[in-house]
């Protein structure tokens, strides 16, 4: 086992070799699937684990709709199985917890598949980013009615 500090989406390309086990920690969210993707390209990994995959998030839904393969922390198959490591497991309160699991090895349209990501991670972020500029707007004008 190695331990590197830096940014991941430079180090891991570069240290990757067959058979690896990759657990993607930081980059989140869109950023976190995107280098998941990248890594899974080159056909090297094993499996990809991304953590912090909760329902009901955009990223998730993206992962259940486009891989079908992928495994999750919080499914009910593997609290059930796992519940003596924690105890009794509600799968509701995990949120921040949970694991998505993507299998490597498998020939799939990467390169599709993160085109059509960044169009998804596009139509999730729009309402966010529309909002903060009209309030930005708003505050510039209530600024200049100050004056």
Not at 16 to 33: S, Y
Not at 55 to 72: G, S
Not at 134 to 142: I, Q, S
Request: charged share 25%; net charge positive; aromatic share 12%.
């Amino acid at each position: 086992m190695t331990c590197l500090f830096g940014d991941s989406r430079e180090l891991l390309p570069q240290q990757l070799q067959e058979g690896d086990v990759v657990v993607i920690d930081g980059p989140k969210g869109f950023r976190a699937l995107r280098l998941a993707f990248n890594l899974l390209r080159t056909g090297r990994p094993s499996v990809v684990f991304l953590h912090d995959f909760a329902a009901p998030t955009a990223e998730r839904r993206f992962l259940e709709r486009n891989l079908a393969d992928t495994f999750f922390s919080d499914h009910p198959d593997f609290t059930d199985r796992y519940v003596l490591l924690e105890g009794k497991v509600d799968a509701a309160t995990l949120r921040w917890a949970v694991f998505a699991c993507i299998p490597g090895g498998r020939n799939r349209p990467y390169r599709f598949l993160l085109w059509k990501l960044s169009f998804v991670r596009a139509v999730a972020l729009a309402p966010q980013k529309i909002s903060d500029f009209l309030a930005r707007l708003v505050l510039g004008r209530n600024a200049v009615a100050s004056r």
